[in-house]
Nanobody, 125 residues
Framework: VQLQASGGGMVQPGDSLRLSCVIS????????MGWFRQAPAKPREFVAA????????QYADTVRGRFTISRDVAKGMMYLQMNGLKFEDTAVYYCAADFDYFAGAKDDPSLVDFWGQGTLVTVSS
């Protein structure tokens, strides 16, 4: 399983950014996909997840209403559309795959089955 995140960058508060994650063909399609983030000196935290078919999303309270997760199963891609970015959204964002739809991993990221490398998002004025 290989996951490759991209799309990070430096933006101003209120701006939008879209992250992408390439999902390798070796990743079973039944795996849920998700995004986590880790700010400097803080633990990694759950951001959003989507089920294997791409029609049931879930979000952390801190991003609900601003971020949208989506998945194109046919193309092997996952996206995170981030609108209304805030200073506190600054972090390295990681894509992840999990068989159990992140049931336990939302609270304990060490339970995530597979991680991709991160992409840095910096919100700064």
């Amino acid at each position: 399983v290989q996951l490759q995140a991209s799309g990070g960058g430096m933006v101003q508060p209120g701006d939008s950014l879209r992250l992408s994650c390439v999902i390798s063909e070796s990743t079973p399609r039944t795996y849920a996909m998700g995004w986590f983030r880790q700010a400097p000196a803080k633990p990694r935290e759950f951001v959003a997840a989507i089920n294997w078919s791409g029609d049931v999303p879930q979000y952390a309270d801190t991003v609900r209403g601003r971020f949208t997760i989506s998945r194109d199963v046919a193309k092997g891609m996952m996206y995170l559309q981030m609108n209304g970015l805030k200073f506190e959204d600054t972090a390295v964002y990681y894509c992840a795959a999990d068989f159990d739809y992140f049931a336990g991993a939302k609270d304990d990221p060490s339970l995530v089955d597979f991680w991709g490398q991160g992409t840095l998002v910096t919100v700064s004025s």
